[in-house]
């Protein structure tokens, strides 16, 4: 699965050319780097619309018309690569929602729930990357506007993250698979295609402390290295 993710960068114009936007103007000077998204709080995601790559903010936890309210978006950070094309929770966001989610880095715990050790896992390179998200945009009851959610699809764990979870978020590797994924047009077994593990070399893993563990701790504090006799080695 993936639960907690980051987006470090302080300068947003590497966040903006790394998804494809001519201009970071378009954040609205509202980017703000995080080092702990958590689930139900906002974050840029990006769409095309007329063929214009597009950011904006909305609250992770896919929430659909007939959802009693925005708490049901706990239920649903993540959806399956699996049956995302069937599934009632994702099965139209996956022909009409298709979105990209910013991020240079995820978590994943390992150990017992009192005592997790979180890894960090980024790209070598520290750059930018795009899950393979799903939006919607509905007025919930109650609310006095339509609100934008979002998921994150999850796959198999490659050979790295395995060695924590047997989960992982689908990553979009290149700028061709950012591309197909949000083209309205692209065939389903295209799509399909997609929604599989990255390579392994493709990400590297850090043991943090358990500062992350906390939802309140969001601040460079959190990618801190672990000393190795209280995280081990595992990979």
Not at 33 to 62: K, S
Not at 161 to 181: F, K, Q, S, T, Y
Request: hydrophobic share 40%; glycine share 6%.
């Amino acid at each position: 699965m993936c639960g907690r993710f980051t987006l470090t960068p302080e300068n947003e114009d590497f966040v903006a050319a790394a998804l494809g936007i001519p201009t970071s103007e378009l954040f609205d000077d509202r980017y703000e780097p995080t080092y702990n998204r958590a689930p139900m709080q906002e974050h840029w995601i990006a769409t095309d619309q007329r063929e214009q790559r597009v950011p904006q903010l909305a609250t992770w936890g896919l929430v659909n018309w007939w959802e009693p309210d925005r708490r049901s978006g706990a239920k649903h950070i993540n959806v399956r690569a699996e049956t995302v094309e069937t599934t009632k929770v994702s099965r139209d966001a996956f022909v009409t929602g298709r979105c990209i989610v910013p991020a240079d880095g995820f978590y994943e715990w390992t150990g017992e729930a009192k005592s997790r050790r979180p890894f960090w896992f980024h790209r070598p390179d520290d750059e930018v990357f795009a899950f393979a998200g799903l939006h919607v945009t509905t007025r919930l009851r109650g609310e006095p506007a339509p609100a934008t959610t979002f998921t994150i699809i999850t796959t198999r764990a490659n050979g790295l993250v395995g060695n924590i979870h047997d989960r992982m978020p689908v990553i979009l590797p290149d700028a061709e698979a950012v591309d197909a994924w949000l083209h309205a047009e692209e065939p389903i077994e295209r799509l399909k295609a997609l929604l599989r593990p990255v390579e392994d070399g493709f990400l590297v893993a850090r043991p943090v402390t358990q500062r992350v563990n906390s939802v309140k701790h969001d601040d460079p504090a959190c990618l801190e290295e672990a000393e190795p006799e209280t995280q081990g080695s595992l990979l």
